[in-house]
Structure formats: structure tokens, C-alpha cells
């Protein structure tokens, strides 16, 4: 089976290659032991486990097909233990950024109300008592589906709310600029995260802390690059400006 950085391929669809990193595997044995006490077989506890990674695939779907509707490359996803990450590149235009990132959300939007008829169509026909653990599925799938909605809505860089934010930002500030300020608020976020993990004592909102502030810093240091090659591109211009007064006095 073909692997790339320690992820394994499994499947191509409209171009876009999804990887699974092998990581994965060491948090679905501990996810399903949690879980195992919900239901009345491990193998209820495993279905749900990649119950949400197949919503979570469909989110990064909508990035990655959205991406590339306005001109943008999007050929791969990777799932890994805290989700997934769709590698889209769109046009550097503020729309373009908007929908390829608000795509993602609008899935969990579009899954909420199929998600809700297929839960009370269940309930309808008893699976509550007579298929429980079916049902505990379903329902928790729905739970699920709702909460990476709002989580993923939430203004962090570089979670899709922030990253929604530095596009509509984008239009009155720039691409620079709206950059900067995104990225101060994910840092912002992240040490909420961080109190929030201490209070917790929670090793997982940790983690996710850590890989949030992470990647702040990253988009921080590309907004400083962008200004440095933006000023750079100024007084190039400028000094092709003045050549020809210069030839002239020559």
C-alpha cells in the first residue's frame, strides 16, 4: 500500500488523494477502549470512531473541491489522530480564500438537518430500545457532526473561524495585514486553550493548544515574509522608476 510521510494512501476520488497517518491507529485503540463502556461490543465503539472520520473527510472534501472550483490546487488530504488537513492552495484573492475555507463548515451545515432525519427516522422505528446500540451511534455521530461545526467556526488561527476571518479581513486590510491580525487572535486563542487544558487537566486540549499556537507562529512568520517581499517588490519598482531620469541625465 503506497505511504508518504508516514501516512498511508487510501483512496484517490476527483483527483484528491486521501492519506491516513499511521498515528491514527495508536489513538482509535485508546479512543475505542473510552468508549468501549458506552456500548455493549468494542466493535460499536470502532464503528463510531471512523464514523468521524468519514464526516471528518467530507469536511475536508469541501475544502479541497471548493479550492479548486476558484482555480486553486487541492490534491490531498491527510487524517490524522486530531482531524484532518485538506492541502489547498487557492488563488491569493480574498474570495477565493473565503470559499475554499467556508466550504468545510458548510458540509457539517448540509450533514445537520440529514443527520437529524436519519436520528428521529430511527427513533421513529424503535432502534432506541430495540437496536440501542445503533442508535447510540447515530446520535452520537449527530453530537459529533454539531460540535466539529462550532469548534471549527471558532476565531483561531489556523481553524477554519480564523481562517474565515483573515478572508473577510482580507478585503478591507489586505492580505498582509488581515494575516497579522488573524494570526494574533489564534495566539490569543490558543493560550485560552492552554488555561483551558490546565483546568481540565486535559492532555488532549493540550495537544490541540500546542498544534493551534504552532501553527500561529507560523502564519506569523509567513505574514512577515509577505511584508518583507511586498517592501522588496516597492523598491524594485521604485528604482525601475527613477532609470530612466537617471539615463536622461546621463
Not at 491507529?25 to 468508549?35: P, R
Not at 432502534?127 to 453530537?143: E, F, I, Q
Not at 471558532?154 to 474565515?164: A, N
Request: proline letters at 5%; aromatic letters at 14%; glycine letters at 10%.
Amino acid at each position: 500500500m503506497p505511504t508518504q510521510g508516514g501516512s498511508i494512501r487510501l483512496f484517490r476520488f476527483a483527483g484528491i488523494e486521501v492519506f491516513l497517518h499511521w498515528s491514527w491507529f495508536l489513538v482509535a485503540v485508546y479512543e475505542v477502549q473510552v468508549w468501549r463502556s458506552t456500548f455493549s461490543s468494542p466493535a460499536w465503539a470502532a464503528i463510531l470512531y471512523v464514523g468521524l472520520f468519514v464526516l471528518v473527510t467530507m469536511h475536508e472534501f469541501g475544502h479541497a473541491l471548493a479550492c479548486r472550483q476558484v482555480g486553486g490546487q487541492a490534491n490531498r488530504i491527510v487524517l490524522w489522530p486530531l482531524g484532518g488537513i485538506a492541502f489547498v492552495n487557492p488563488p491569493p484573492r480574498a474570495g477565493a480564500m473565503l470559499w475554499s475555507i467556508a466550504a468545510g463548515p458548510l458540509v457539517n451545515v448540509a450533514l445537520v438537518p440529514i443527520l437529524t432525519f436519519v436520528l428521529h427516522t430511527a427513533k421513529r422505528a424503535g432502534w432506541a430500545t430495540t437496536n440501542g446500540d445503533a442508535y447510540l451511534v447515530l446520535l452520537w455521530l449527530w453530537r459529533i457532526n454539531l460540535g466539529l461545526l462550532l469548534f471549527n467556526l471558532l476565531p483561531i488561527y489556523p481553524l477554519d473561524g480564523g481562517q474565515i476571518l483573515r478572508a473577510l479581513l482580507w478585503f478591507p486590510l489586505g492580505q498582509i495585514r488581515s494575516l497579522f491580525v488573524a494570526t494574533a487572535v489564534g495566539f490569543v486563542g490558543g493560550g485560552v486553550l492552554v488555561l483551558g487544558a490546565i483546568w481540565e487537566q486535559s492532555i488532549w486540549i493540550g495537544i490541540m493548544a500546542f498544534f493551534l499556537l504552532s501553527q500561529a507562529a507560523a502564519g506569523w512568520r509567513q505574514a512577515q515574509y509577505l511584508k518583507m517581499e511586498a517592501a522588496e517588490e516597492l523598491r524594485v519598482a521604485r528604482d525601475d522608476s527613477r532609470l530612466p531620469e537617471k539615463k536622461a541625465a546621463l
